[in-house]
């Protein structure tokens, strides 16, 4: 991989243990495969841990915040651990090793939740409530709901680190948190297939950005005016 270091097994093309191991027997071929893979396979197998931790926490706190309140807060959790050809892809395009230790300590959306809100207020609620944690430390918080990107996206992002516990003892994750309302993940998912649509004229993805940007503010509104509706309803 051009202008990167390789130094770790699996991660590396170069090491393909199913490539030029003819003169291996099964047993030999597979002890090299799981010596190159399982290190691969485990950290995937961390990530996918602390992604079901943290949805934990979120449903437990959706369940806990439901009793006090009229409603659950929280409309829906959506999770993923990013594929190994993205996270490849990712320390790529950032220029640094293709190694586990470098995917662990450089990226920080390996794992991500994304939780959905009905109401935007509920969102901060439960983001309080959850940093609020002893074993969550929050890392980074960047708040495109207060602040939107000039695409018009909006989000609570939270970087956040959690314990996982393993056979091996106790292991601190990055997960990324992305908190947004329905109406906000409505507009993100279709910017999202803008922004990866390819073969568009240029205009033509011009006017659509300048189209969904406007999406987003009346969105924003239609949040704001859900919002005190339930007010009124909560306070009559
Ligand atoms: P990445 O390298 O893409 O992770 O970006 P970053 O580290 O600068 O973080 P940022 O907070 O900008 O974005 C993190 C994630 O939020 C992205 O991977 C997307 O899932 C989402 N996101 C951020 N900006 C936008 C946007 O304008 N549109 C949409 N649809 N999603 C966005
Ligand atoms: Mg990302």
Redesign the pocket.
Known sequence: MAGNNKTNSALSASNDPLQGNDNLNIDQYLEQFHADFDPVYNMLMDYQCAVMAVETKFNILNNRLSIQGEHNPIESIHSRVKSLDSIIR?LEKLHLPIELESVEENLK?VAGVRVICSFVDDIYKIAENFLAQEDVTLIKR?D?IKDP?P?G?R?L?LIVKIPIYTENGKKDMYV?V?MRTIAMDFW??L??KL?YKKNLNPETAEKLAKELEACAEESAKLDEKMLRVREQIAAN
Do not use: G, I, L, V
């Open positions: 990712k959306d960047k495109y990107k695409s996206y989000s992002h990324e992305q993100a998912s910017e999202h922004r």
